[in-house]
């Protein structure tokens, strides 16, 4: 009996010892070469809040907010509930500390909107606090029916030396980064250099595809600065120092100009940091965002 069970525990150990290499090969392989596949994301996005109550009066709220090429337009509509009168607004909206920032024209003033994620649903909000009868904030969700994705290509090329170059629609020429394997995964990272944007892949395998788990990009917000001239009441802007490079190599401003990002603390414009090319501009902080796909994109090699 002690013959068999010796015998048992070794050729257990000797067919662990064959699988265990297997399954994890299989699992945290490195990648090499090029992987191709497709990502979505949105083309036109649409929240609704179905009823709102605001001095006594009910509406429904709707907020459309689309990408056209470079163009980014926004509509506002406003519909009161019983007698379907309509007040609809259109403007654009852009990426702003961490929400979005959505601007209608008002005659000459310009009234701005901040829509930022909470939870599964969305806040809608302004400078002066815009709230129902109940004193709640404005809460939209995402109308995932009327909302619209497009697809782009996109390409990963794993060296075996970590470098990596990833390649999009919007980004033909590429970009540089690295890659490294963390807990049987692929990470793969990489630096527009022009933005200051950086993108953070999570990759895991699907046979012998690699699968998108989770994107994570990190947008940097560099400073403003306002501008004053000797002569003028008030200083104009603020600008970022490329307008402010643009401004002054155009004739716009001169040596006599300064700048302060907080209105306190003057300098020459041509100390500004980002002002030449090659010194970098002063950050304000980095705003991060993470995108967990609930379908996974495919990259194939090739």
Not at 195 to 209: A, H, I, P, S, V
């Given at each position: ?273 980002g002002f030449d ?22 990259l194939k090699p090739?």
């Open positions: 009996m002690i013959f068999f069970h010796d015998s048992g525990i070794r050729g257990l150990a000797l067919l662990l010892c064959l699988l265990v290499p297997l399954v994890f090969a299989s699992c945290g392989k490195e990648p090499k070469g090029k992987y191709e596949g497709e990502i979505s994301d949105w083309e036109s996005e649409v929240f609704q809040a179905r009823s709102l109550r605001v001095e006594g009066q009910d509406y429904f709220l709707q907020l459309i907010l689309r990408q056209v090429g470079n163009e980014m337009p926004a509509e506002l509509l406003f519909r009161h509930q019983k007698t379907n009168k309509e007040k609809l607004r259109t403007g654009a909206w852009s990426m702003g500390d961490g929400k979005r920032i959505i601007a209608f024209p008002d005659g000459k003033e310009v009234q701005e909107y901040y829509l930022y994620k909470k939870g599964s649903r969305f806040v809608l909000e302004d400078r002066w606090g815009l709230v129902d009868d109940n004193g709640s904030l404005f809460v939209l969700i995402r109308n995932k029916g009327k909302s619209r994705k497009r697809s782009f290509p996109i390409a990963f090329t794993f060296e075996s030396d970590g470098d990596a170059r990833f390649t999009s629609q919007a980004m033909p020429k590429g970009v540089s980064g690295e890659w490294q394997m963390i807990d049987q995964r692929v990470s793969a990272s990489f630096l527009d250099e022009s933005t200051g944007e950086r993108q953070k892949y999570f990759l895991f395998w699907k046979g012998d595809n690699l699968a998108i788990q989770k994107l994570t990009m990190y947008l940097p917000f560099f400073h403003k600065y306002y501008v004053r001239s000797p002569n003028a009441p008030k200083p104009s802007g603020p600008f970022f120092a490329k307008e402010l490079k643009e401004g002054f190599d155009s004739g716009r401003f001169g040596e006599r100009h300064e700048a302060s990002h907080d209105n306190q603390t003057w300098i020459p414009i041509n100390k500004v940091k090319p090659h010194t970098k501009q002063l950050k304000r902080k980095n705003w991060m965002y993470h995108t967990v796909f609930d379908d996974p994109p495919i090739r």
